[in-house]
């Protein structure tokens, strides 16, 4: 009951926030490639949490909500169905994942550092045209 009144909550809340990100980048006439790449992530979202559940018939197939419960649903996962730790593809996208976050970080505190030289003129530059 609880569990799926927070999910139906959550998916509702994360899916109605993608449609704001969409309507605020056609707004502001800029790309919707931001949008898109958080669809990626909500799809994986929905596959992990939505799909796969349903299709084995149990709910608890779920990752859970909660930092450590995924941690220990990742593990269990892994050794059910073979060891993602010792995967090169999966950590692979780990490495991947948190250099691209690393990236983006040091990008969005650089044009921060600069706004004062006019640095932050580079929202001008990102619109379509």
Known sequence: GWWLMAGF???ASILLW???TWQRAKALGMGNHLAWAFAGAIWLYLVLGLFRPILMGLWSEAVPYGIFP???WTTAFS???GNLYYNPFHALSIVFLYGSVLLFAMHGATILAVSRYG???EIDQI???
């Open 70 to 72: 995924h941690l220990d």
């Open 18 to 20: 993608w449609v704001r």
């Open 79 to 81: 050794i059910r169905y």
């Open 127 to 129: 619109t379509d045209r």
């Open 119 to 121: 640095g932050d003129r």
């Open 9 to 11: 909550f959550l998916t």
